[in-house]
């Protein structure tokens, strides 16, 4: 069961990810739209910037479940040195609680947010605020499945408990520094 959901969840964050791409994609072409209208043909677009806007939104939302799901966001390297080794498991334990709680006020406020704006148009174009607004939960939707993977292959021993690529170096963690005991 516990490698199905993974699956399910690499593949949700693979989707994620290919999403928050296309939208930088999508945001970057109509910026340089937008200043090229507005600067080479001096008759800027109406509609760019806030399609820009949104679609950058967009972009950061969907990217927060591959960053959730590698630790990216959840790891302060420096805790996860002072606490025992014992209690790793624990520490990563609590992370993950305060990321879900956090996720969770975002999907109930940012649904609160769409259902408010959905009677409002984008400035510009004549599509509904809902569009943008409805990234927040949807995001943070993936973002709660992509956490709660990384804990469950964590426990299960399928993947390294803590942060995924640490900046310490292997001979910082054991205490000596890269040149000592070593002979010149």
Not at 78 to 89: D, G, L, Q, S
Not at 94 to 104: N, Q
Not at 146 to 156: C, E, K, Y
Request: glycine share 6%; with cysteine.
């Amino acid at each position: 069961m516990l490698a199905v959901f993974l699956r399910f969840e690499h593949q949700l964050t693979r989707f994620a990810m290919l999403l928050a791409v296309s939208m930088l994609a999508i945001s970057v072409t109509l910026s340089f739209y937008q200043v090229l209208t507005r600067f080479v043909f001096n008759a800027p677009s109406t509609w760019t910037e806030v399609a820009s806007r949104a679609a950058m939104i967009w972009c950061v939302f969907m990217a927060a479940a591959a960053t959730f799901r590698g630790g990216y966001m959840m790891a302060v390297e420096v805790v996860y040195k002072v606490v025992p080794a014992r209690f790793i498991t624990l520490l990563e334990v609590a992370i993950v609680v305060c990321c879900l709680l956090v996720l969770g006020v975002l999907i109930h406020y940012g649904i609160q947010m769409t259902m408010r704006v959905s009677n409002q148009t984008m400035s510009g174009m004549n599509i509904s605020m809902a569009w943008a607004y409805a990234a927040i939960p949807t995001g943070s939707f993936f973002a709660i499945v992509a956490v709660i993977a990384r804990l469950l292959a964590q426990l299960s021993g399928r993947e390294k408990v803590g942060p995924e690529n640490s900046e310490i170096a292997p001979e910082a963690q054991d205490g000596q520094l890269p040149n000592e005991g070593s002979q010149p």
